[in-house]
């Protein structure tokens, strides 16, 4: 019996010991296939390690932080250590630490007890963990076509000074924390011989150049107390085409004259002839029209300065583009083109255009005896009136309330939030339901695939993770808040899809990724902090006690 346990103890070691000469068969994640890295955790007493990812190119490093006592080292892609596990933390392979972690870096910044110091990509120590925090110099580096930064100089703080340090630990220079770097001598800008015109009190002058390009015109400016007054004269003949008398005088988009006086606004063509009497109290010109206020009631006129239509709507332009002109009338909205004709009825209590999120043409969320539907910019009814809600998810931020708010998105819109008797749902892009009513609330998540839900039920509110096309929740809705922490970029394009969930029932916390694939049970803690340190192993911060690391197959320190 003894004879047979030393043969299958020592056939194990073989084994292990073989597995750890070949390299591991990986996914496109980096996580290992098969049960050799389970055999290789429990050989060497591992807590966690992360799945791989390439570090280094010429030669290539595939490289894994793996965790033991509380301690993180690296592991090649063969299950060699490069290092034993002596770091608290190695910022240098974390993409998501910041942006000066970008693309390929030839030696690794590590952290032993606050100090940090610097290894190189193959292990050995270069600088000795003795400073507050040290840095790439990315402004004194630049990666080559591969992407490799062939690092030669750092940044390093000890106490109240900044370190400059060569790659053997050597100090090049140093300055006071707050001190300007000086390298060579700085010039004196010279200084430019420049004064203001004086304009003599009561005296005209004329510009040099004719306003906006109309051949023959030139303005004319005149102060007076301190008052400053426009007109306009014939170049040539020195006829007054406008007198000396004006507020302001302009030649717009339509090449019309606009004129000011007395806090009141006319039109004039570019001959001078004044089409629209200086009487307005309001005027704004649009792509192919202008919008005249008189006494709070609003007109539209041409750009010929002809009528289009009377002073008859009581709202500005809410949306306008060439032929397309959202206004309300009698305290309803509808909509008129350019010259006047009815495009949608005036019969709505409310228009909301949505012209973003790659929509050919404006899309129409309508509101009739306080319901909404969708019509387009004909009128013609997409989606009946019977939501109390109704919102596309591109107009919403992610991780945001439902609401239009003044969030804009270049992205295509996916789908639909609405809300139908007091519950929330999401309808498809072709306005079918994806998700029922059921829900007391929603909230938009980082992924475009997921959002939140609420299930109340008496003065509890319970939230969930739902996989929106599958109509399945992948979190159940048991928790009274859900956080999200988002993943990290690995190498240039090649994004983590990480982005983990911290979930809170009363004092339990619990962690899910965006699968649904739960990664820490719920424990009796009060709050934590996510950080995905490297490629699939979770960093746990706690309010006391050490931190936790969990990796991508759910181990994890106690």
Not at 24 to 30: A, C, I, L, S, V
Not at 210 to 230: D, Q, S
Request: glycine content about 8%; hydrophobic content about 35%; overall charge positive.
């Amino acid at each position: 019996m003894l004879h047979r346990l030393l043969l299958l103890t020592t056939c194990l070691h073989l084994f292990l010991a073989t597995i750890a000469q070949k390299p591991f068969k990986t996914n496109h994640k980096g996580e290992v296939i098969g049960n050799q890295m389970k055999l290789l955790i429990k050989q060497r007493g591992y807590q966690a390690v992360s799945a791989f990812d390439t570090v280094w190119k010429s030669p290539n490093l595939v490289y894994a932080i793996y965790v033991k006592n509380n301690k993180l080292g690296i592991l090649d892609i063969t299950g060699k250590e490069i290092t034993p596990a002596k770091y608290d933390d190695i910022p240098g392979m974390n993409r998501s630490h910041g942006s000066t972690i970008g693309g390929f870096h030839n030696n690794f910044v590590v952290r032993i007890n606050k100090n940090e110091g610097l290894i190189s990509n193959k292990g050995k120590e270069l600088v000795p963990a003795l400073y507050e925090t040290l840095d790439y110099n990315i402004r004194s580096e630049r990666a080559n076509r591969a992407g490799l930064y062939p690092d030669s100089l750092y940044e390093a703080r000890l106490g109240d000074e900044l370190l400059y340090l060569d790659v053997k630990g050597q100090v090049l220079w140093r300055r006071e924390i707050g001190e300007e770097m000086k390298i060579g001598d700085v010039m004196d800008m010279p200084k430019e011989d420049y004064s203001p015109p004086v304009i003599d009190e009561g005296r005209d002058w004329e510009s040099y150049q004719a306003p906006t390009g109309i051949p023959g015109h030139k303005l004319v400016v005149r102060t007076e107390a301190y008052k400053t007054v426009y007109g306009v004269i014939d170049e040539n003949t020195r006829r007054e085409i406008f007198p000396t008398e004006y507020q302001r005088i302009q030649v717009d988009q339509f090449g019309n004259y606009q004129l000011t006086k007395n806090n009141r606004y006319g039109l004039a063509d570019k001959n001078g002839v004044i089409k629209v009497p200086v009487e307005l109290t309001g005027l704004y010109n649009y792509p192919s029209v202008y919008q005249a206020t008189r006494e709070n009631k609003y007109a539209l006129y041409s750009r010929r300065l002809e009528p289009v239509t009377g002073f008859v709507f009581d709202h500005y332009i809410n949306y306008a583009d060439n032929n397309f002109l959202v206004l309300r009338k009698d305290g309803k909205w509808g909509a008129v083109d350019s010259a006047g004709r009815e495009k949608i009825p005036f019969i709505y209590d409310d228009l909301h255009l949505t012209t973003d999120c790659h929509y050919a043409r404006p899309f129409i969320t309508a509101t009739l005896n306080k319901k909404k539907g969708f019509i387009d910019i004909n009128g013609k009814q997409l989606l009946p009136f019977e939501y109390d809600e109704l919102i596309p998810e591109c107009r919403v931020e992610s991780e945001g309330r439902l609401t239009h708010g003044h969030f804009y998105s270049n992205a295509a819109n996916k789908y639909y939030f609405f809300k139908k008797d007091g519950r929330y749902g999401i309808l498809g892009k072709d306005f079918k339901v994806l998700v029922p009513p059921v829900y007391h609330n929603m909230e938009k998540s980082m992924h475009d695939e997921l959002a939140y839900v609420r299930v109340d039920s008496g003065t509890q509110r319970r939230w969930g993770l739902l996989h929106i096309r599958t109509n399945k929740l992948i979190v159940p809705v048991a928790y009274d808040r859900i956080l999200y922490h988002r993943g990290g970029y690995f190498h240039y394009d090649k994004y983590f899809s990480g982005g983990y969930y911290s979930l809170r029932s009363v004092s339990k916390v619990a962690i899910y990724d965006q699968d649904g694939k739960q990664w820490m049970s719920s424990r009796d803690i009060p709050d934590i902090l996510v950080r995905d340190i490297y490629n699939g192993l979770l960093h746990v911060t706690t309010p006391d006690g050490p931190p936790l690391y969990i990796d991508y197959n759910g181990n994890g320190s106690k």
